[in-house]
């Protein structure tokens, strides 16, 4: 009996955990690489008339892939026209980055050399980039980019179907 209650208690946080990552990767649902303009358009209807979606809190605009691209390394070469390859939203309330409590050194922070008071914090293993205004600590903009798996799941399918032919 306590063998089974220790596998539903392994199960129950497997669960959990695969919930948290599949969050962690994606914006409302939408996953790039993984979701398409049919899975958006279900989620959130059809762009506005300036081709993104506007919400009480946030904009964002979803680029899609258009079609093979012949770039041997970049993944969103390699799946089919319509598929998200990265979502870009800007905030229109105060975030502060240091309210989301990541841990930073699974960032890495770039300056831009313009304006020293614009910082790019990257994680390429999630897929996901946040620009900080870092005299206020305010997120700006977050940009949902594939994750490094999902990527790497896309360029070895392409490698496996480049052997067989």
Known sequence: MKSVAVKFITLMVILLLSTVISRAEGWRGIIPLKSTRADVERLLG???????????????????????CNIPDRCECFVPEG????????????????????NRAKFQKLIDP?????????N??????????????????IQYLPSAKDCEEV????????RRT
């Open 46 to 68: 059809k762009p506005n008339n300036l081709g993104r979606y506007q919400f009480e809190n946030e904009r964002a605009h979803i680029n899609y892939a258009t079609g093979p």
């Open 83 to 102: 598929t998200v390859i990265d979502i870009y939203v800007e905030l229109e309330v105060e975030l502060r980055f240091s309210s989301l409590k990541l």
């Open 114 to 122: 313009g304006d020293s008071n614009l910082a790019v914090y990257s």
């Open 124 to 141: 390429d293993e999630a897929g996901i980039t946040y620009a900080v205004s870092e005299r206020d600590d305010d997120v700006t903009t």
């Open 155 to 162: 360029l070895k399918k392409n490698r496996v179907k480049r």
